[in-house]
């Protein structure tokens, strides 16, 4: 599976981007966000890449950031949204704000975008509400401008076995309770000691 991919833009549109990686051709469709912010063409460009593979299709999809990934790949988890249907939500709406939705149920700012009826923007409010980190997780718990810490922690945690919901509830109680003094180690420590209990 390609999971990255870095090489020269050869030619960009906004339905698909090509990227030379020693004289191969990579088409890896992006989403708006990703689009605005890439380099001039014959420019070093790095992106994310979630490689779609299905008995007839392999297409490779590009994004800027690990966080629009990672909600691409949650988008396309909810029933009847495939690839196409999630490039369009990350287009029509930037990540953070996507997050805040999910988290507040907020179905006006889905619905807003293009493509996504009332139905399905209900759909995947159910289904992801409590799949996202909330954003303000690292605020609420004391550690601003410490969210790339508590990301780590929840990936690690995530990894060693743990529902996301579940590791997400031992951090703010971790959070809670110690505050802002914590190094990532002692943040995993403690959050570690409170699910074994």
């Known amino acids: 599976m390609i999971s990255q991919i870095r090489g020269r833009l050869v030619y960009k549109s906004p339905e698909e981007i090509i990227i030379d990686v020693h004289g191969v051709g990579y088409g890896v469709k992006v989403p708006l966000s990703t689009f605005y912010e890439l380099p001039a063409i014959g420019e070093e460009v790095l992106l994310q890449i979630y490689t779609y593979v299905r008995e007839d299709t392999l297409h490779l999809y590009g994004f800027l950031t690990l966080k629009e990934k990672e909600l691409f790949c949650l988008l396309i988890s909810v029933s009847g949204v495939g690839p196409r249907l999630a490039i369009s939500v990350l287009s029509g709406i930037s990540a953070r ?14 619905t807003r975008i293009p493509g996504v009826g009332r139905k399905t923007a ?71 000691r409170l699910l074994a209990r």
């Open 97 to 110: 704000d996507l997050e805040r939705a999910l988290k507040e149920g907020d179905l006006f700012s889905l």
């Open 122 to 192: 209900e759909r995947i409010l159910v289904e992801l509400k409590d799949k996202v980190v909330p954003p303000d997780v690292a605020v609420a718990g004391g550690l601003q401008g410490k969210e790339g810490m508590v990301k780590d922690a929840l990936s690690a945690l995530v990894n060693l076995g743990y529902a996301k919901a579940v590791a997400e509830e031992a951090l703010r109680g971790v959070l809670r309770d110690r505050g802002d003094d914590l190094s990532l180690e002692e943040l995993l420590r403690e959050s570690l």
